[in-house]
């Protein structure tokens, strides 16, 4: 059981260059998550998805986009590369059936925009 | 504890020794915690979580108590053992939330020494 994949694992970008961080989650599960995570910092809400088909913002949404068009997959969008998100990059997803329940993360992507 | 910035609070801990973890959470709302492990690049993992209207919860090696009067949480771990060496997050639901976003903390970094 993979859980929640994240591919690349390390990516450097030039600034102005875009790119797609993959996530995809085997679990079945309804309700997935992207975070950013900068040096010594908790983690912030950058977009989550409760379902194939809807996405919303979280608390740091510019310069992202995200589509979700099947349970499994939900990919992160930079189109601009600023070196402002530079970060570790982390998707999560949880069932969603109930409130009180985890998410589980992937292991992150490492991004460096120069 | 909490933190801004770079730095991380430390908790050094001897080998087989009791850790408590503390955590002063934000909002009288919330109704959900978690405490997440997160090992160096690796992802957060799901240690254990409380609702709001218990005061303890028990797990192994671990218990989480909670201080709505004072809205802090902590995580004891008991035994400490060289592979609890991690940072560890709290995170936290507000009870108006109906997606299960989490707020995190900018975690303790616990050092494990034989």
């Known amino acids: 059981n993979a859980g929640v994949t994240q591919t690349p694992k390390f990516r450097i970008l030039k600034i102005g260059q875009s790119m797609t961080l993959q996530c995809t989650q085997d679990m079945n599960h309804n309700y997935m998550y992207w975070y950013r995570q900068d040096p010594g910092m908790g983690l912030k809400l950058i977009y989550y998805?409760?379902?194939?088909?809807?996405?919303d913002k979280g608390e740091v949404p510019n310069g992202y986009n995200v589509s979700r068009s099947t349970t499994e997959d939900f990919p992160l969008r930079l189109e601009l590369a600023a070196p402002s998100q530079t970060s570790v990059y982390f998707c999560?997803?949880?069932?969603?059936?109930?409130?009180?329940?985890?998410?589980?993360f992937g292991d992150g992507t490492r991004l460096s925009i120069l | 504890g909490e933190s801004v910035g770079l730095h991380l609070p430390t908790l050094s801990v001897q080998e087989g020794d009791n850790s408590i973890i503390n955590c002063a959470y934000s909002n009288s709302a919330s109704d959900y915690f978690i405490w997440y492990k997160q090992e160096s690049g690796k992802g957060p993992q799901f240690i254990i979580d409380?609702?709001?209207?218990?005061d303890k919860r028990q797990g192994q090696r671990v218990t989480v108590l909670l201080n709505k009067t004072v809205k802090h949480l902590s995580l004891q771990i008991a035994a400490t053992q060289p592979g609890d060496s991690a940072v560890y997050f709290c995170?936290?639901?507000?009870?108006?939330?109906?997606?299960?976003?989490?707020?995190f903390g900018a975690g303790t970094q616990v050092v494990v020494t034989p």
């Open positions: 998805s409760v379902g194939a088909g809807i996405t």
């Open positions: 999560a997803s949880r069932k969603g059936q109930d409130w009180d329940q985890p998410q589980h």
């Open positions: 995170a936290e639901k507000l009870r108006t939330d109906s997606w299960g976003k989490l707020q």
């Open positions: 409380i609702r709001s209207n218990m």
